[in-house]
């Protein structure tokens, strides 16, 4: 066969990348997607897989890590398989989708649509009155599918440090169905939230507001850590903590820059907002440790950038950059305000043992998002946002009253659904599966539970053993004894 000449394409190839990239496709936009997705599963792993392994008492580091891993990992196939669909499908209730799965390119979609302004075509797309670029439903699917993840990875903070692992594997399928898919559906999948115009920008109730208040209650039905644990539980390595944490930070460029679905001025938008919000929360946050505690916290440094992060969510792009600071401000002091002082006064946050203070840097900060989104939202940004409500803040006069009201309503609802379904599903567990490790476990930590450990030191009398594990050991590097007495490494 002849050699075609250096500068020709063949006409195979031609046919092929005209297939791959159709005329309607945005390759700005579906590549921006797809890296945000990229940005927001970086945040659960290795982000939060390391915050979780480091923040807790060395006993509880491998657990820890690994209940973020198996719930990152079951997600996915469980979101392909149907729970994308219910949360993205067609209607099946006012709050829920058809449950189906989500594994081919049959649609092309853009972005969440009343049904009045979607038409759908013969070749197998759907176009939008709200958003002109196109790009593969995988994109689409992947994007939500990594929310879908850290959802359950967040909640899991409420719970490390006792719960049953096997348990968490039931737990993880069964939240994501029953909870989660109903809360996305309702607020973005063209649900009833939706259509009365609730605005939840990027999560602040969809993901914040639920895994707190699905964590609390977990915590509630699984119990507290032994005593021992509760008393003392000093994070095995702060160093580590700051490197999940700062990758949870820049993570939320896309978790915040991709919820517009386009590379457009609003991404950028969200993008600015979420930083000057973080930093701002983080600031105060210590500042406030500094005045009270005489010490500034590294832990409470980074709880400061979780609220921060949080509260801006619902808002990262309806709001404008004064705004964006003035949300800091509160995310660094309410929650703190709540998890210093007020948690410590009342006798039930008392007598529910949330590890990780999810309820407070994901629950309450969440809320606190929400209901300021309702208060500070632009009008311009709103219609970019939800072009058919005519949205505004209180702020801005009109009819900003009543989107107030409707974001606290819209709270209430996700807050009910969560405390009611996540109570269901643990009862229904515990008939099953021991929600609550065995006081042996409890007692040892991960050798017990996993059989292995984070810091295994040879010759500190840590047990590894490889025929379980699957990794050959280095007989090279053991010490032996020669005939003489003396130790030698060969």
Not at 343 to 369: C, E, M, N, P, Y
Request: neutral net charge; hydrophobic residues 50%.
């Amino acid at each position: 066969m002849a050699t075609p000449p250096p500068n020709s394409v063949p006409i195979a190839y031609q046919a092929y990348t005209s297939a791959a990239v159709p005329d309607w496709l945005n390759k700005g936009d579906n590549a921006w997607q797809m890296i945000s997705a990229t940005l927001v599963g970086l945040q659960s792993v290795p982000g939060l897989v390391i915050l979780y392994g480091s923040i807790v008492k060395k006993k509880w580091a491998v657990n820890s890590a690994f209940m973020a891993l198996y719930a990152f990992a079951a997600v996915v196939l469980c979101w392909v398989i149907w729970a994308y669909k219910m949360s993205f499908g067609d209607k099946l209730l006012p709050f829920w989708g058809k449950a189906g799965p989500a594994l081919g390119q049959k649609f092309l979609i853009k972005q969440a649509a009343l049904p009045e302004t979607t038409q759908y075509h013969g070749d197998g797309s759907v176009e939008t009155a709200m958003a002109t670029p196109f790009y593969p439903m995988a994109s689409m699917v992947w994007f939500q599918c990594v929310f879908a993840a850290i959802t359950l990875i967040l909640l899991a903070g409420s719970v490390l440090g006792r719960m049953n692992i096997k348990a968490w594997m039931a737990f993880v399928p069964l939240w994501l169905t029953f909870s989660y898919t109903v809360g996305a559906f309702s607020l973005w999948g063209g649900g009833f939230l939706f259509h009365w115009g609730v605005m939840d920008y990027s999560g602040g109730y969809v993901i914040h507001l639920s895994s707190g208040i699905a964590g609390i209650t977990t915590a509630f039905w699984v119990g507290p850590r032994s005593t021992k644990d509760r008393e003392r539980f000093p994070p095995n390595n702060v160093l580590l903590v700051l490197a999940g944490a700062g990758l949870l930070w820049m993570g939320w460029a896309g978790f915040n820059g991709g919820d517009p679905y386009s590379a457009n001025i609003d991404s950028s938008l969200a993008v600015l907002n979420t930083n000057i919000c973080a930093a701002t929360s983080l600031l105060v946050w210590t500042w406030l440790d500094v005045i009270f505690f005489k010490k500034p916290s590294v832990i409470g440094a980074v709880q400061g950038m979780i609220t921060g992060l949080v509260c801006i969510t619902p808002g990262a792009g309806l709001v404008q950059g004064w705004a964006a600071m003035v949300m800091g401000i509160l995310s660094g002091s309410v929650p703190w305000f709540t998890m210093m002082i007020i948690h410590k006064r009342w006798t039930l946050l008392q007598k529910i043992d949330d590890t990780l203070g999810v309820f407070h840097t994901h629950a309450v900060a969440g809320l606190l998002g929400g209901l300021l989104t309702g208060l500070f939202a632009e009008p311009t940004l709103c219609s970019l946002f939800l072009p058919v409500t005519n949205s505004r803040g209180a702020v801005y006069g009109g009819s900003g009253g009543i989107q107030f009201l409707k974001q606290l309503a819209g709270a209430a609802f996700i807050i009910g659904w969560n405390v009611v379904v996540t109570s269901i599903i643990c009862v229904l567990i515990n008939l099953v599966i021991p929600l609550r490790m065995a006081e042996e476990q409890l007692l040892i930590g991960d050798d017990a539970v996993h059989g292995e450990e984070a810091y295994a030191l040879w010759g500190d009398g840590e047990i590894y053993d490889s025929t379980k594990h699957g990794m050959h050991s280095d007989d090279t590097l053991h010490p032996k004894t020669t005939s003489t007495g003396a130790t030698q490494v060969v």
